[in-house]
């Protein structure tokens, strides 16, 4: 693939921003027909993420972030053919259990019928309290609907049909599902989230690094149970949690297996922070907790080779936000401008160690300068 020239320092009026970011949405709200390879599932998640990434490019450099934004949709409108336009719904108002149930029957044609027809009719926060609970166990879509649900929460102005394609995807493997934890009753302690993750053995990759056979390998009997089960509880501190696996996840990326940098420890960030950020906002707490650290458990269980600290310290910043920012920004990699866009919020929401995560922002921009 090529890209854009990236020379440009002409900055566009809000108004031609608002209405590129309009155009690609309606571009990339469209499934493709055949099965989702990693550019197309991928794609409606790098929109939302080069568009959220723009309040931190400086003025400068805003011209040619928005032309990757174009790159993006020339890339995607080439990438295959789209689905066929959805037959019309029987009249009735939406019925996000209906929608459910169709993702469940693995009835791709029905699902993508009725997102169509009701995404645009419910907010971000309506789409994440109706549906959050049930697909955010999912593993189907490579575990990577919470992000969409968690990216839409964060910038409510975009489209909702950019779940069309998510939602489509989750259809296709309604079986694949992180599930361990609804056989753990009780009501444990979340304050022992990070020593159970400092616990975990080093497994190795299951013979794959696709997100399916990871976190299957963290459900298998003796790990998330034993580890993660007797930190599970209805009631914790949520942000708290966050923190705990984001800056595991952080630290991951600056000192464990540096060829995990571009796709594993990416994902050990985006992933789990995206399912804390639904919990309480549709999706239960206890949910939110067991799906989340399932995540951060599998990544660490498959690619640590490095055992993590006892604690983990504040470091300075080697960047700014706007230095990472627009090196994401202008550059073609959808998991490096998501990775970045989650370390940008993950050091809104831990002030304490911004540092760390423009640290791992800015050691997975250098990784992809050495290695792109």
């Not at 361990?180 to 009753?185: E, H």
């Not at 034993?226 to 209805?234: D, E, I, N, W, Y």
């Not at 984001?246 to 571009?262: E, F, G, N, V």
Request: with cysteine; proline share 9%.
């Amino acid at each position: 693939m090529s890209s854009p020239s990236t020379t440009s320092s002409t900055q566009r009026p809000v108004v031609g921003v608002s209405r590129l970011s309009g155009a690609a949405s309606a571009a990339l709200s469209v499934p493709k027909a055949a099965p989702a390879d990693s550019f197309v599932l991928h794609a409606p998640l790098e929109l939302m993420a080069r568009v959220q990434l723009l309040a931190f490019v400086p003025p400068d450099r805003g011209d040619a972030a928005l032309a990757m934004i174009e790159w993006l949709v020339e890339q995607y409108e080439a990438a295959g053919d789209p689905v066929a336009v959805p037959p019309p719904l029987p009249p009735g108002p939406p019925n996000a259990a209906a929608l459910v149930a169709a993702v469940a029957a693995g009835d791709q044609h029905l699902v993508d019928s009725m997102a169509s027809a009701w995404l645009p009719q419910w907010s971000a926060a309506e789409v994440v309290g109706l549906v959050g609970e049930a697909l955010v166990p999912s593993l189907a879509a490579a575990g990577h609907a919470p992000i969409a649900m968690a990216l839409l929460l964060r910038d409510p102005s975009l489209p909702r049909t950019l779940l069309r394609g998510p939602l489509r995807s989750l259809a296709a493997q309604p079986t694949w599902q992180i599930d361990w934890y609804r056989s753990i009753a009780g009501n444990g302690d979340a304050g022992g989230l990070y020593d159970a993750l400092r616990a975990a053995p080093r497994l190795g990759r299951p013979g794959s690094d696709f997100i399916h056979p990871l976190m299957s390998q963290a459900q298998q009997p003796g790990m998330a149970d034993l580890l993660l089960g007797p930190v599970l509880a209805h009631r914790y501190d949520v942000p708290a949690a966050l923190r705990t696996v984001t800056r595991i996840a952080a630290w991951s990326m600056l000192h464990d297996d540096p060829s995990q940098a571009p796709y594993g420890w990416s994902h050990a960030l985006t992933m789990p922070q995206a399912v804390l950020g639904l919990a309480g906002a549709g999706v239960q707490a206890r949910t939110a907790l067991a799906v989340a650290s399932t995540f951060a458990l599998g990544f660490r269980l498959a690619h640590g080779t490095t055992a993590l600290p006892e604690r983990i310290h504040p470091v300075a910043a080697p960047a700014s936000a706007g230095e990472v920012a627009t090196a994401a920004a202008l550059h073609e990699d959808a998991h490096l401008v998501k990775y970045t866009l989650a370390c940008l919020h993950a050091a809104a929401d831990d002030r304490g160690f911004a540092g760390l995560y423009l640290a791992a922002a800015a050691h997975l921009v250098e990784w992809w300068r050495a290695n792109g």
